[in-house]
Structures are given as C-alpha cells and as structure tokens.
C-alpha cells in the first residue's frame, strides 16, 4: 500500500466508526498513546473521519489532552479551564486560539533565557537551593510543551519524577510557611 500524507507532509491517519486509528504511513492500527508519542517527537499528522474524509484532529487532540488530565498529571489549572470555557461565545472567541499558540511558541523560544535570568538572580542567596528545585519543576512542565530528541528516556520515569517533584514542592511550602512565621 502506498503511504499516504497530506500536502504538507502530515501522515493521514483514518479514524473508523468503532472508533479505531489506521495509520496511513505504517499500515497499522494505533492507539491514542501513539498519536500523543508522535506529537512529542514533532511528527506532523492529520486525524479524518474515515468515512467522511472530515478532519477531526483537533477532536482527537483534545482527547488525547482529557486522557492525559485524567491520569493525574494534570496541567491546566482549573481557573485557566473556567476562563477558557468563559470565552467560548464571547466576541474574544475568535482572538484566543491565535493568541494561545503565540503564547506557548513565545514560552517555548524563551524558556532557556528564563532560566539562565532566574538562576542568575538568586545565586549567592539564601533562596538558591529553592529557586533552582523551582526551576527543576518548571523544567519539567516546559519538557511537555517540548518534543524530546529521538531516543531520549525522558519519559520513562516520568511518573516518579512527577511524585518526586510533588513532594519537593510539599517540602519546599513547608520551609517557605515557616518563613513567613
């Protein structure tokens, strides 16, 4: 069979009425797990409706997103998810989207200057152990809005980091309530 993209070079993948995903490119059926693993490394992919030949990506990518939220390791604060549903309707409506992915493109290009700016003010504080665990935690919700370099293990303790870095900020909210006594 002929592996098929779309113009731009996105693989095409059919999704069917029970609810199955055939990848064009490889000739197999694939899982959500796999349309989020080849969004991370960067691969461009294009989800139709394989009856209507409709283009439901965006529906698939949200699902993939409710999917990964409701494991636990949730990353849309719930006053962000009240704003967002609060502009559906609005006459902004049409501005958000636009100004959603310029924001993450920006959070993206900056992220290493941002970095180097935080550590660069605490060093030689008192506070540079904290910023640089708070850098650690940021640096692991950047790594999400990141692709990973082909064979990276990043994600393979990622569960256990996370906890890891829960019980950091636990640790840290502790120290920074005794502060403030």
Known sequence: MKKQHNGDGAVIIKKYANRRLYNTESSSYITLEHLAAMTREGREFKVVDAKTDDDITHNVLTQIIMEEESRGQTMLPVNFLRQLISMYGDSMQAMVPGYLDASMDSFRRNHAQFKSAVEGAFAGSPFAEMAKRNMAMLEAAASAFKPPVKGDDAHA?????????????????????????
């Open 157 to 181: 303790g990622k569960d256990a980091e996370i906890a890891a870095l829960k019980a950091e900020l636990a640790s840290l909210q502790d120290k920074v309530d005794k502060l403030a006594k």
